[in-house]
């Protein structure tokens, strides 16, 4: 009896060291797909994220090719008559239109409305003394002092722009005064690519810089006329001492009603306004234009989860012929 109990239990105990296994391996085929499901599941998400990242792409592209066609039309219609303002139809708002799987909406805004920071840029020199303020500097000043901020900035930014390594007088800053800085770095030494660079310069703090993000911009070339049909009452002030709020706001209003063909509109206007107090039209006058080639297209896509936004630098030329100048994207 005895050898036949032990043989029972014997047999017991390998049936449950079996049922064990047999449990573990289930176990451990179970964990095995569901991690190869899930990895499926992400890899399918992860493709059909890229997959409308893609459209929403070529979407924004068409936005794009839409503010193209807008500026052909516009210059078409303008016909020897080259003036760019808030009535035309490349300034009306695209709405969000639908598209299949959502929707998209887009905007042209004329950035010559708006103060070009490289007109700050002068030639390269080794200074024993300052250079004349330039027409450009002395706007940026008043511009500065208008928004309440140091007018020492308008030398800080022009140290950023220049290539030397002197620093100007009374507010400059260059190489020296960045490598003290967590983590230490250069002066641009070049002109701004994006207003986005003003957080770098010395003398702009985070409040100084939502100021300024708002009249002024950064394109490609100095000497870029400001359009006074297009330019924002702030701007208008800042061309000169004589223009105060309730002038430059006038100066908007009239340009609603009938808008300023040539710059000699625009200053026969200012002159009824301030009278005598205008010491220098000409000075203005060099400072202005009725037309714009720089715009910027704002296209922005909502694709199921997919956001994006295609923002592109325009130029227009003299012969009505657009290229993009640069383009970035940004998520929104």
Not at 69 to 91: F, M, P, T
Not at 188 to 202: F, H, I, K, Q
Not at 239 to 256: H, K, N, Y
């Amino acid at each position: 009896m005895a050898p036949r109990l032990r043989s029972l239990s014997s047999f017991r105990r390998q049936r449950g060291i079996a049922l064990l296994t047999a449990l573990l391996l289930v176990s451990l085929a179970t964990v095995a797909v569901v991690a190869m499901t899930a990895s499926q599941q992400l890899g399918i998400r992860r493709l059909e994220n890229t997959l409308r990242s893609d459209q929403a792409w070529q979407y924004a592209l068409g936005g794009e090719l839409w503010a193209r066609g807008i500026l052909a039309r516009d210059y078409k219609d303008d016909g020897q008559e080259r003036v760019d303002d808030l009535s035309e139809e490349w300034a009306i708002r695209l709405p969000p239109l639908p598209i299949e799987g959502g929707e998209i909406a887009g905007a042209l805004v004329d950035l010559q409305g708006l103060f070009n920071l490289n007109n700050l840029e002068t030639p390269p020199q080794e200074r024993q003394g300052e250079p004349p303020p330039t027409p450009w500097l002395d706007l940026f000043r008043r511009l500065l002092r208008l928004l309440e901020m140091d007018e020492r900035i308008a030398e800080a930014v022009q140290d950023w722009i220049d290539t030397d390594t002197v620093p100007r007088f009374p507010g400059g800053a260059e190489d020296g005064d960045y490598f003290d800085r967590k983590p230490p770095y250069r002066a641009g030494n070049g002109p701004l690519a994006d207003v986005s660079e003003l957080r770098t310069v010395a003398g702009i703090d985070a409040e100084g810089y939502a100021r300024l993000q708002a009249v002024v911009t950064t394109l490609p070339e100095k000497g870029v006329r400001i359009n006074v049909n297009t330019a924002p009452a702030l701007v208008i002030q800042a061309l000169d001492d004589a223009i105060d709020a309730s002038a430059a706001t006038e100066l908007v209003r009239r340009r609603e009603k009938k808008t300023y063909v040539k710059v000699d509109d625009f200053i026969q206007e200012l002159e009824s306004i301030v009278g005598e107090d205008l010491k220098d039209p000409e000075g203005v006058k060099s400072l202005i234009a009725v037309n714009s080639h720089y715009f910027q297209v704002d296209s922005q896509v909502i694709l199921d989860r997919a956001r994006l936004r295609l923002l592109g630098l325009l130029h227009r030329d003299d012969e009505g012929r657009i290229r993009i100048v640069r383009r970035w994207r940004e998520l929104f």
